[in-house]
Nanobody, 122 residues
Framework: QVQLVESGGGLVQAGGSLRLSCAASGRTFTNYAMGWFRQAPGKEREFVAGISRSGGSTYYADSVKGRFTISRDNAKNTIHLQMNSLKPEDTAVYYC???????????????WGQGTQVTVSS
C-alpha cells in the first residue's frame, strides 16, 4: 500500500499561483510514476500532469501546458505541482495518484490521495 496526502490548495485570484504537494508513505516511492488529476463539479476527472519514476519524463494536458510544472523529490517521497497563471477554469479538487506507468488514464493508477481544493476567482 501507498498512502498519499495532498496539501497546498486554496483560494487564489486569476493570474495567481499555487504550489500543491503530495507526500507519499508506504511502499518504495520510486517504484511508481505519479500523476496529478482534477475534478470540477459536474465534470469527469481529468489528467493534469504526470512524472516518471525517476523524474526524467513529464507529460501535461494541453490545457495546463506552459503554466503548470510537475516535479518530484525521491529523497523526500514527495511530488509537487507548481501552478502559475491560474484561470477560473482551473477550479477543481486536485488529486495525486501513483501507478506503475506514466499514463493519462486514471484507471491505470493504483493509489490516490484524498484531494485538495483549488479555487480560482475571476
Amino acid at each position: 500500500q501507498v498512502q498519499l496526502v495532498e496539501s497546498g490548495g486554496g483560494l487564489v485570484q486569476a493570474g495567481g499561483s499555487l504550489r500543491l504537494s503530495c507526500a507519499a508513505s508506504g511502499r518504495t516511492f520510486t517504484n511508481y510514476a505519479m500523476g496529478w488529476f482534477r475534478q470540477a463539479p459536474g465534470k469527469e476527472r481529468e489528467f493534469v500532469a504526470g512524472i516518471s519514476r525517476s523524474g526524467g519524463s513529464t507529460y501535461y494536458a494541453d490545457s495546463v501546458k506552459g503554466r503548470f510544472t510537475i516535479s518530484r523529490d525521491n529523497a523526500k517521497n514527495t511530488i509537487h505541482l507548481q501552478m502559475n497563471s491560474l484561470k477560473p477554469e482551473d477550479t477543481a479538487v486536485y488529486y495525486c495518484a501513483g501507478g506503475r506507468l506514466l499514463v493519462v488514464a486514471g484507471a491505470s493508477y493504483d493509489y490516490w490521495g484524498q484531494g485538495t481544493q483549488v479555487t480560482v476567482s475571476s
